[in-house]
């Protein structure tokens, strides 16, 4: 597994949690990475999206204010670090690399795009 997200767990509403995607010895073909999440008997979704060349990022309507990914200087490791949180964010989150190429927007969090995934951490917030 060349992806390995933690920082999981369960937070009352209005509560933080930061997520780490440990990338360590993984080989990028794309200079970018992505979060998504999954509630039961939904679809997955994209959360957040980060291009390493310069920081730039992009954020779903629903997370925008209150969750912000980030990545070390080596890219071995992207945060997302999340505040006020809602009953309604709660999923498993994944990270996921190797979009079939660098889009910015909002075909940035299209999953199916990306090729190498985590196995996902989960996070309830009741």
């Known amino acids: 597994v060349q992806l390995v997200e933690s920082g999981g767990g369960s937070v009352q509403p209005g509560g933080s949690l930061r997520l780490s995607c440990d990338a360590s010895?993984?080989?990028?073909?794309?200079?970018?990475m992505g979060w998504f999440r999954q509630a039961p008997g939904k679809e997955r979704e994209g959360v957040a999206f980060?291009?390493?060349?310069?920081?730039?990022?992009y954020y779903a309507d629903s997370v925008k204010g209150r969750f912000t990914i980030s990545q070390n200087n080596a890219k071995n490791m992207v945060t997302l670090q999340m505040n006020s949180l809602k009953p309604e964010d709660t999923a498993m989150y994944y990270c996921?690399?190797?979009?079939?190429?660098?889009?910015?927007?909002?075909?940035?969090?299209?999953?199916?795009?990306?090729?190498?995934w985590g196995q996902g951490t989960q996070v309830t917030v009741s």
């Open positions: 980060v291009y390493f060349g310069g920081g730039r990022t």
């Open positions: 996921a690399a190797n979009p079939s190429r660098v889009i910015f927007g909002s075909l940035s969090l299209l999953p199916i795009r990306y090729k190498d």
């Open positions: 010895g993984y080989t990028y073909s794309s200079n970018c």
